[in-house]
């Protein structure tokens, strides 16, 4: 608490850059002791709020439900959600605000009620999956399909996630603006995941691929999906680890030749 007091006779502008890199009892300390930096403390605190638990997940939404009877418009301060559990659960909450989040970050989710992902994913332009069941991530493309004339989302980013390429085509055929596409260790995708990329996704500038963990090569993308990736204007990075059909320098180097705005090309194998 010493610490925390003697951060009190600072500016504010220099407490609230110093709050950024505090962690969250720091900075609940710091709420208690300095009313000058409360409103701010709780703006930033609700900005991206991170549930670990189904227990603070339903706090939290119990707050947000609260709405007119809270001391301050929480809701209005998040631009992000981000579901970190700790162990896998199965997510039935209710929300009865739409939340416009720029951000929503899923990890460790078995299934998700659809009335609470309606409310919390349709203006979304970052998502983050990790370690979520195939039940999970339909319920997710279900939704993109439902707000795909209005759909703002520019980057996914898919961590230790099985995926088929159908489940992937579900996805990107719904993502108009997308830009940056990350599939690490999810899995084995093939061609026509990646003439469904291009085909619906002309914006893209970024798509990495890598394989499963513990595996180190696969056959399943071949030069058919390199010369339709050279046809996107926008792309700047193709990172396609392990794949032996193409896993070769002069692949590469022909990619650079093609693909106009190309800056990072990789065909290696993972160690």
Same mark, same amino acid.
Request: aromatic share 8%; proline share 5%; with cysteine.
């Given at each position: 608490m010493e610490r925390v007091l003697q951060l009190e006779q600072l &500016? +504010?502008?220099? /407490?609230? %850059?110093?709050? !950024?890199?505090l962690d969250q009892p720091s900075r609940l300390q710091i709420c208690l002791v300095s009313k000058f930096m409360l409103k701010t403390c709780i703006c930033i605190m609700w900005y991206v709020p991170k549930c670990t638990t189904a227990f603070a997940l339903n706090a939290l939404m119990a707050t947000i439900n609260n709405g007119s009877n809270n001391l301050y418009p929480y809701s209005s301060y998040m631009s992000g959600l981000n579901l970190s559990f700790d162990q896998a659960v =199965?997510?039935?909450? @209710? @929300?009865?605000?739409? *939340?416009s989040l720029r951000t929503l970050w899923i990890e460790n989710v078995e299934s998700l009620s659809p009335t609470f992902l309606n409310q919390i994913a349709r203006d979304i332009a970052e998502l983050g999956l990790s370690r979520c069941s195939k039940e999970t991530i339909n319920s997710i493309s279900v939704i993109l399909a439902r707000y795909k004339q209005r759909s703002k989302l520019e980057q996914i980013d898919i961590y230790d996630c099985y995926m088929s390429d159908q489940m992937v085509h579900q996805m990107v055929v719904s993502t108009p603006m997308l830009k940056r596409f990350n599939y690490c260790r999810s899995g084995f995708l093939s061609d026509s995941s990646i003439f469904a990329i291009v085909e619906h996704c002309q914006l893209i500038e970024s *798509?990495?691929?890598? /394989? &499963?963990? =513990?595996? +180190? %090569? #696969? !056959?399943? +993308?071949?030069?058919? #999906?390199?010369e339709v990736l050279a046809q996107l204007p926008r792309l700047k990075i193709f990172v396609c680890r392990g794949q032996v059909r193409i896993a070769t320098k002069q692949n590469e180097e022909w990619m650079y030749k093609h693909c106009p705005s190309l800056i990072h090309c990789d065909f290696s194998f993972d160690t």
């Open positions: &500016p +504010v502008d220099i /407490l609230i %850059q110093i709050f !950024n890199y =199965h997510i039935d909450v @209710c @929300c009865n605000t739409i *939340l *798509l990495i691929m890598t /394989l &499963p963990r =513990h595996i +180190v %090569q #696969a !056959n399943t +993308v071949t030069f058919a #999906a390199l």
